[in-house]
C-alpha cells in the first residue's frame, strides 16, 4: 500500500509540474527574453549615448521587463506581512531603484557578446517557466545564466535570473532577512540601507 502511494504521488508531481508549464506559452517566454537581451546589449550597451541616457533607457526596460513588485515581496520573505502598507511601498522603491542603478552599470560586461538560447525548463510554480541560456566568456566556458518568467494572460515578465546556479532573488532574500533580524529598526533599517546603498552606486558612477 504504502509502495501504491508513493507512485501516485510521484505520478501526481510529474502532472503538477507539466501542468504549470503547460499554462505558459513557452516558444513565447523564450521569444520575451531573447527581445529583453536584444534591446539591452543593441539600444543600450552599444549606443553611441550618455551614460545618463544609458541609465534612463536601462530603467526603462528594467521595469517593464521585470516585476518588482513580485520580486520585492518574495525577497522581503514573512516581513513583507508584518510591514505597513507604506514600509511596502518605500521597500519597493528603493529595492527597484539600488537595482537599476547597479545593473546598469554591470550590464557593461555583456558589451560585444550575445546571449545564446537553449529551450526552456518547467516550473514547479504555476505560470512560470524556466528559460535557459548561455553567455560566451573571453576565458573558460560560457556562463549559464537562466531566466525564471511568469505569464499572466498574454503578459511575460522576468521574476529571476539565475548566473551560476546561483539566484539572484534567494540572495536577496537571505541577504535581507538576516539584516532585518539584526537591525533594531527592522524593514526600516533595511530601507534606509538600501537607499545609502544606491547613492554609494550613484557616487561611484560620477
Do not use: H
Amino acid at each position: 500500500m504504502k509502495k501504491i502511494l508513493l507512485s501516485l504521488v510521484a505520478a501526481l508531481s510529474c502532472v503538477w509540474a507539466f501542468a504549470a508549464q503547460a499554462a505558459v506559452d513557452a516558444a513565447k517566454a523564450e521569444a520575451f527574453v531573447k527581445g529583453v537581451t536584444e534591446d539591452g546589449i543593441e539600444n543600450i550597451i552599444n549606443a553611441n549615448i550618455s551614460q545618463a541616457e544609458k541609465d534612463k533607457r536601462f530603467a526603462k526596460l528594467f521595469n517593464s521587463a521585470l516585476d518588482i513588485q513580485f520580486i520585492g515581496q518574495f525577497v522581503l520573505g514573512r516581513y513583507w506581512r508584518t510591514a505597513t502598507p507604506e514600509q511596502r511601498q518605500e521597500f519597493i522603491d528603493a529595492y527597484r531603484e539600488l537595482n537599476v542603478q547597479t545593473w546598469s552599470k554591470r550590464f557593461d560586461e555583456f558589451k560585444g557578446r550575445n546571449f545564446i538560447f537553449k529551450g526552456t525548463d518547467a516550473s514547479n510554480s504555476a505560470n512560470q517557466i524556466f528559460v535557459n541560456s548561455t553567455v560566451p566568456m573571453e576565458q573558460g566556458e560560457p556562463a549559464k545564466v537562466v531566466w525564471r518568467v511568469k505569464q499572466t494572460g498574454n503578459e511575460f515578465k522576468i521574476v529571476d535570473i539565475i548566473i551560476e546556479n546561483v539566484s539572484l532573488a534567494i540572495t536577496a532574500r537571505n541577504e535581507y532577512t538576516a539584516f532585518i533580524k539584526q537591525s533594531p529598526d527592522g524593514v526600516a533599517g533595511l530601507i534606509k540601507n538600501l537607499q545609502e546603498k544606491t547613492k554609494g552606486v550613484d557616487k561611484k558612477a560620477s
